[in-house]
């Protein structure tokens, strides 16, 4: 995998009412780091930024594919990143974990398998949301 290139450009301005969620991201990424290097601290602030956006989360990081997103948290998040083992998308994944977290269950399903929804965590991501 490449080194990851964070663009000035790319900072997605968080709205007051989205910093709670903002700084849980920030504190879910920080407890499942590699290591507290330099460029892992940033791209913990990347991708908490990038999940403010509106569209798919790699396609916020400005990302070629979710691939390369996938591969980003294996690097620098391994125990977060073996935690989706059922693939489900980044980001929904991430809110999925804060609301285990706080002991709040949103799932409309017992299982992901039978859910109405699971096109919507699981589907492909080719296109924007």
């Known amino acids: 995998m490449q080194a990851l290139i964070i663009p ?3 900072v997605t301005i968080r709205a007051d ?3 709670d969620e903002y700084d849980d991201i920030i504190e879910l990424l920080t407890d499942h780091r590699s290591d507290n290097s330099e460029e892992t601290r940033r791209i913990i602030v990347f991708i908490a930024e990038a999940c403010m ?3 798919h989360l790699w396609q916020d990081m400005q990302l070629p594919n979710r691939m390369a997103l996938s591969e980003l948290m294996q690097k620098h ?3 977060l990143a073996a935690k989706n083992s059922g693939d489900m998308k ?3 994944f991430f809110y999925k974990q804060l609301c285990e977290r706080a002991d709040i ?3 409309k399903s017992p299982s992901c398998g039978v859910c109405v929804d699971y096109n919507k965590c699981f589907g492909a991501e080719d296109d924007a949301v």
């Open 8 to 10: 000035s450009h790319a």
């Open 105 to 107: 269950f949103i799932c």
């Open 77 to 79: 998040f391994p125990t």
């Open 53 to 55: 956006g509106n569209n």
């Open 17 to 19: 009412n989205r910093m």
């Open 90 to 92: 980044w980001k929904k």
